[in-house]
């Protein structure tokens, strides 16, 4: 059974910073080097929105809200994903789930959440000014 385990989420002040970690477990052996991992958001009354993908060719996505703030970033050997949040602003505030495939995803499916299959349980983060 495929897990997805966030953490990391709290509270903090405009401009600082967070780092949010995804641990999956469950996964076939050395396949996990192989999926797509995303982290989506979704604030209160708001439809869930794609934050920052890597698929396993390494290449990443990011929303135009976060780019130049957020950096994913993923350590197969630990099948663990990482969003490192810098700059943090009110409108970041939200709950933040991981996600990840089993088949490749690019471009805009990055970023897709129907293309996920597999999801964390959220971690709340909340940015006050």
């Known amino acids: 059974q495929v897990q997805l385990v966030e953490s990391g989420g709290g509270s903090v002040q405009v401009g600082g910073s967070l780092k949010l970690t995804c641990e999956t477990s469950?996964?076939?052996?050395?396949?996990?080097?192989?999926?797509?991992v995303a982290w989506f958001r979704q604030a209160p009354g708001k439809e869930r929105e794609g934050v920052a993908s890597?698929?396993?060719?390494?290449?990443?996505r990011y929303s135009d809200s976060v780019k130049g703030r957020f950096t994913i970033s993923r350590d197969n050997a630990k099948t663990t994903q990482f969003l490192q949040m810098d700059n943090l602003k009110p409108e970041d505030t939200a709950v933040y789930y991981c996600?990840?495939?089993?088949?490749?995803?690019?471009?805009?499916?990055?970023?897709?959440?129907?293309?996920?299959?597999?999801w964390g349980q959220g971690t709340q983060v909340t940015v006050s000014s």
């Open positions: 890597k698929n396993g060719y390494g290449t990443t």
């Open positions: 469950g996964l076939p052996y050395n396949k996990y080097t192989t999926y797509p």
């Open positions: 996600a990840l495939d089993p088949l490749f995803l690019s471009g805009s499916a990055l970023l897709d959440s129907s293309r996920y299959r597999y």
